[in-house]
Every structure is written in structure tokens, then in C-alpha cells.
């Protein structure tokens, strides 16, 4: 275990508490079943409406496999051109560029996660507006004037915005596929050509900002040096200039948000019992992991991924 057990438990339990607000939020967007009058044969009839998600997010409806298999190619050709995007602005340092794009990605996926509570509010005249308004700012302390309660708690809100508009592109099986070519990039990109420790290391060090669960922490020892300067009314020089070291507890974004997707595939496909056996698997896959992991670095995904799929088969044998 790389980090104390107080550390490790609550990183799990921030995945956790993101896993939740996630299926809250995809409960909130997901179809609803209403009867409606057809005017042709003035009969009622009961439909399956989909709610629109706000900000023009709403993803395509894909209703058989070769719908996805035809919007594979852009996921794909995105995804390649969002990290190729990622490592020129690393390589070339151009950091209000990327602190930039981190603003707008995160404005908008806390805002859809917020609008699932805010639209019920009557009071509200334009309540997306508003929603959009106080996600921005909360966007604006976390990207330009960072602290970690801060960091965490707009975590906890951007993956489910980000989820909610991938679910409905999934069904199962195109899932385990994807989830399974995400598993062997990040092993690639963490063991092979160590990406993701770059990129990492870049968005810790040169731009403070950080896409994932992040928990700063100091041995006894430091905290008791800094707890002794405090008390001090006058420091020396060398006092003011002194260097602690603090380590990072980190759990990378795509890791919780990838769960989530999964989860919220299970819980629209087949109800909330399924989803929360899939959520168990994610989480005890990402749990042995953390509880055995002794190097640096770690791809979090072939873990997550390998929970649930064994989390799927118990579903299918026992569940579904």
C-alpha cells in the first residue's frame, strides 16, 4: 500500500461518493415513460421520451450496433487528438491554452451535473443560465486559484456530467469492448511509454491543475514542524524559506469516470440492482489495487475493468 490507510480510504470513498451523485445525476436525465393522446387515433398511448441534456450536449441516439460502429471512428479520432492536443501544449508549455480548455471542459460537465437539481427550481427564470453561471465560477477557483476542497469538490461533479453524455452511446457489449481497449492503452501509456506519468507530473508541477482525485499529505513529523512555525510570532529568514515535503494521493479522472460509464450503461439497461454490482466490481478491482500497490505507478483501468467484468457475470448468472 503506497499511501497511509486513512489516504486510501478516502480516496475510495470520494470514487464512491462520485459514483453516486453519478447515478443520481443519470437518474435524473435518463428516458422517462409518459401516455400521450395520438391525434390520428385519439387513442392514449404510452411513449418512451428522451430528456435533452442542457448546453446542446445531447449526445446521438444510437438504437443497434452499427450505429455505434459507425460513431466509433470519431470517439476514436477524438480521443487521439485530445491527447496528441495535451502533449504539444505540454511540450511546448503553452499553459493558458490548457488551462483554457480545462475551464470550459469543466464549466460545462459541472453545470449538467448541478442542472439535474436546479431545473426544479421554480424560482429560477433561466436556471441553465444560472446552473451554467455558478459551475464557471466554481471552475474559476479550481483551475486559477486552486486549493484542494476546492479540486475535490468539483471532482466530484464533472464525471457524471461527462458520463451522462457518454451512456447513452453504449450498449453492453460495445461497452466491454471499449473498456477493454481503454485497459490496454493505459497500460501502454502508464508502463510503455509512460504518457500518462508525463502528462501527470505536468498538470501537478507546471499548471496546479489536475485531472482526478488529488489529497495532499504530510508525515507526523512535517506537521509538527509547521504546527511549531506557527506558533512562532517572529521568523528568521531561513524559517520563511524552509521547504517541507508533502506527497500526493492521486486517482486519475478517467478511472472514475470510465466506472461511471459503466455503471450508468448497467443502471438505464437493466435498472439499479445490475448497476450497483457493476459499481461493486469497479470498486473492489480499484480497492485490491490500491490496497497492494507498492510502485509509483499504477493503470488503474485493467483493474477497474476486471471487477466488472466479473461484476457482469454475476449479474447474468444470478441477476439479470
Known amino acids: 500500500m503506497r499511501h497511509s490507510l486513512k489516504i486510501t480510504l ?28 395520438n391525434p390520428e387515433t385519439g387513442l392514449a398511448e404510452n411513449v418512451t421520451l428522451n430528456q435533452q441534456l442542457p448546453y ?14 459507425s460513431v466509433l471512428p470519431s470517439i476514436i479520432i477524438a480521443f ?16 493558458f491554452l490548457l488551462k483554457g480548455w480545462f475551464f470550459v ?14 431545473r426544479n427550481f421554480n424560482f429560477l427564470i433561466y436556471p441553465s443560465l444560472v446552473t451554467l453561471g ?8 479550481k483551475i486559477f486559484k486552486p486549493n484542494m476542497y476546492i479540486h475535490n469538490f468539483t471532482e466530484l461533479l464533472i464525471y457524471p456530467g461527462i458520463a451522462t453524455i ?22 501502454w501509456a502508464v508502463w510503455k511509454s ?20 488529488l489529497i495532499t499529505h504530510a508525515s507526523k513529523k512535517v506537521k509538527n514542524q509547521i504546527r511549531n512555525l506557527k506558533k512562532q510570532k517572529k521568523l528568521t529568514k531561513k524559517q520563511k524559506n524552509k521547504k517541507f515535503k508533502v506527497s500526493l494521493a492521486i486517482l486519475g479522472g478517467g ?49 477497474i475493468t476486471t471487477g466488472i467484468f466479473l461484476a457482469a457475470i454475476i449479474n447474468w448468472l444470478f441477476i439479470i
Open 134 to 141: 455558478i459551475a464557471a465560477i466554481l471552475s474559476f477557483f
Open 166 to 187: 457518454f451512456v447513452s452511446i453504449f450498449n453492453v457489449w460495445t461497452l466491454f469492448i471499449f473498456l477493454f481497449l481503454i485497459s490496454i492503452y493505459d497500460m
Open 10 to 37: 478516502i480516496l475510495l470513498g470520494l470514487f464512491l461518493v462520485t459514483q453516486f451523485i453519478g447515478l443520481f445525476v443519470l437518474n435524473a436525465y435518463s428516458p422517462i415513460q409518459a401516455t400521450i393522446i
Open 255 to 303: 478511472d472514475i469516470a470510465f466506472t461511471l460509464i459503466a455503471v450508468g450503461v448497467f443502471f438505464r439497461a437493466f435498472g439499479l440492482l445490475p448497476a450497483l454490482v457493476i459499481l461493486a466490481g469497479g470498486f473492489l478491482g480499484l480497492s485490491y489495487l490500491m490496497f497492494t500497490a507498492k510502485k509509483k505507478s499504477y493503470p488503474a483501468m485493467p483493474f
Open 194 to 213: 509512460k504518457i500518462m506519468i508525463k502528462m501527470a507530473k505536468f498538470h501537478i508541477e507546471e499548471l496546479n491543475v489536475f485531472p482526478g482525485l
Open 80 to 95: 487521439v487528438i485530445a491527447v496528441v492536443l495535451i502533449m504539444l501544449i505540454s511540450r511546448f508549455k503553452w499553459k
Open 105 to 118: 471542459v469543466v464549466s460545462i460537465a459541472v453545470a449538467i451535473s448541478l442542472y439535474s437539481i436546479t
Open 56 to 69: 446542446g450536449m445531447q449526445p446521438p441516439e444510437l438504437r443497434t450496433n452499427f450505429d455505434f460502429w
